[in-house]
């Protein structure tokens, strides 16, 4: 290798030697301007990659090392399209996003030849058929919620579009979203970026969501403003309100949406200035022990008119957990719902760290909180829904074996609407209009047409929910528990989830009986645990 001239130089130096001929050239053809515009114009590029002085691939590379900002812009979509099996999950696996595609479509979602997946392979699960299957008439299982102290009660469907804020969704993914739940008769969770203009255009049953910046209830200086409350809260086509307190692609992190961001529209629906920072602080400034957060519920109740109330959190500390359940036992005020987010939950933009290695997973999550209600005794006055990967209706039936009463999905019904899962939703280059707010890429979603593909993606995921109780010998999805789910763990061994996620008896956290046998996470944290602070007791 020439030290005067490397290889790694030859792309710029056959460019400069394109630009020489292409002028000598001039003097004999002027169709030499042609190949004269294409070197000189990469001779400058060269020029411009040996003296600039942020990137080393171009200096040494000049103009040959943009292939390798080309190709590494371009990986994700090489990886999905030519190279990533039908069954890799990153995070959305082919398989599961054609599912969805087809159900949307109203297209068949039936596929020939037998399963794709190595049913011998450890975490494969599936569900006992019985030789004495049901015949049921409706696929539209529904379920009441509301508590003792709720006089507003809603019947909702078991199936939901969780929480995702416009701002994060745009415009037109809000309206198609809604008018696919008016058409269904379904919920749609606002997100704590509270309710929008585009929430109200069709009417369809919304669960507000309130978060830590009291977004649609906020006083000037972000505090929980109980007059705007009530505005809101009394509104006939809010249906429920959830109190945020964690996310499960983010537990225990704030937000900020920028200034810039913060559009006119934006700025009406969240109750901010426009163009100012939009920020959401880690924890609420409204309570800040358990006791506190049972009557803020209560309160909150009381000014909506009597409409069920509850929270949605990721759980972390059990002890945090569990001196809430010892709040609702002490001030005797309960939620009326609890959902529980797993940390594979989606979110439009957090920090790598809290989406890898923060937060409990969906199972455990769910798992703890079913139990410890149960042995509270408080399991019949307060619903569980969930939310996190929740795509298929065996994904459902999973986590209703669990102890969840109704799911949630936010990824999925973005799928119906036509997001390609291109991982670009806090660039605002959305490339089906989903998670943009920027007028011209919306306008590729079309409201009318992604609203009937909502619609049948709930409705055929029901139909397909329908089929699995019925094989299972079963009359409602609520009736599906653990002792129906089998997993394999080994090559040569499967459970049933009832002996790897064993229950916990009604009563037995509060009968301090000795030789307990409770799991251990109760033995350990449960008496620690105190009503008036989310701290450990201190021995």
Not at 12 to 21: D, H, M, Q
Not at 412 to 439: L, N, R, W, Y
Request: proline letters at 5%; charged letters at 20%.
């Amino acid at each position: 290798m020439s030290p005067i001239l490397p290889i790694r130089l030859s792309t710029f130096v056959i460019c400069i030697a394109g630009t020489l001929i292409s002028i000598f050239g001039l003097l004999v053809n002027a169709a030499a301007w042609y190949p004269l515009a294409i070197f000189g114009f990469l001779t400058l590029v060269g020029i411009h990659d040996r003296l600039q002085t942020r990137h080393a691939v171009l200096r040494n590379y000049p103009i040959l090392g943009h292939m390798r900002f080309l190709l590494e812009f371009i990986r994700p979509e090489i990886r999905q399209y030519f190279i990533e099996g039908d069954n890799d999950k990153t995070p959305f696996s082919r398989s599961q996003r054609t599912l969805v595609y087809s159900r949307s479509k109203a297209v068949s979602d039936k596929r020939p030849f037998g399963t794709t997946l190595d049913v011998m392979a450890p975490g494969y699960q599936w569900i006992n058929q019985s030789l004495a299957p049901t015949h049921l008439s409706d696929y539209n299982f529904r379920i009441e919620i509301g508590g003792k102290d709720c006089s507003q009660k809603y019947s909702a469907s078991i199936f939901n579009i969780s929480a995702m804020s416009f701002g994060a969704l745009s415009a037109n993914a809000v309206m198609a979203l809604n008018l696919g739940a008016k058409k269904g008769n379904f919920a749609h969770d606002t997100g704590e970026g509270s309710i929008s203009r585009y929430h109200r255009m069709h009417g369809g049953d919304l669960i507000w969501e309130i978060g830590s910046g009291y977004f649609g209830c906020r006083t000037e200086d972000g505090q929980f403003d109980p007059k705007k409350y009530a505005e809101n809260a009394l509104d006939p086509q809010v249906k429920m309100i959830e109190i945020k307190l964690s996310q499960g692609a983010k537990p225990g992190h704030g937000g900020i949406l920028p200034g810039p961001k913060v559009t006119p529209e934006i700025a009406e629906a969240r109750g901010v200035k426009v163009g100012e920072a939009c920020v959401s602080p880690s924890s609420h400034s409204a309570f800040s022990t358990p006791l506190e957060m049972m009557a803020f519920i209560q309160r909150l109740r009381e000014l909506s008119g009597g409409k069920p109330v509850g929270f949605k959190l990721c759980i972390g500390h059990p002890w945090e957990w569990f001196a809430i359940v010892k709040a609702m036992l002490k001030s005797k005020i309960y939620p009326d719902f609890i959902v529980v987010d797993g940390t594979e939950g989606g979110t439009g933009a957090s920090p790598v760290e809290f989406s890898n290695h923060v937060g409990t997973p969906l199972q455990e999550g769910l798992r703890l909180v079913h139990n410890t209600l149960v042995g509270a005794n408080l399991r019949d006055q307060i619903k569980i829904g969930c939310s996190g990967k929740i795509i298929s209706a065996f994904d459902m039936a999973v986590v209703f074996a669990l102890g969840a009463d109704w799911c949630n999905s936010a990824r999925g019904f973005m799928f119906s609407v036509g997001c390609i899962q291109a991982q670009v939703c806090d660039t605002g280059f959305c490339p089906t209009g989903v998670t943009t707010q920027d007028p011209s890429r919306q306008k590729a979603l079309v409201v009318t047409d992604k609203s009937e593909r909502v619609y049948h993606f709930h409705k055929e995921t029901l139909k397909a929910l329908k089929e699995i109780v019925e094989a299972a010998g079963l009359h409602h999805p609520v009736e599906i528990n653990t002792r129906h789910i089998v997993r394999r763990v080994s090559a040569n061994e499967v459970r049933l989830l009832e002996d790897l996620l064993p229950d916990v008896a009604a009563g037995s956290l509060l009968s301090n009986e000795e030789g307990s046998t409770l799991p251990k996470v109760f033995q350990l944290y449960w008496d620690i645990a105190q009503a008036d602070s989310f701290a450990a007791k201190q021995h």
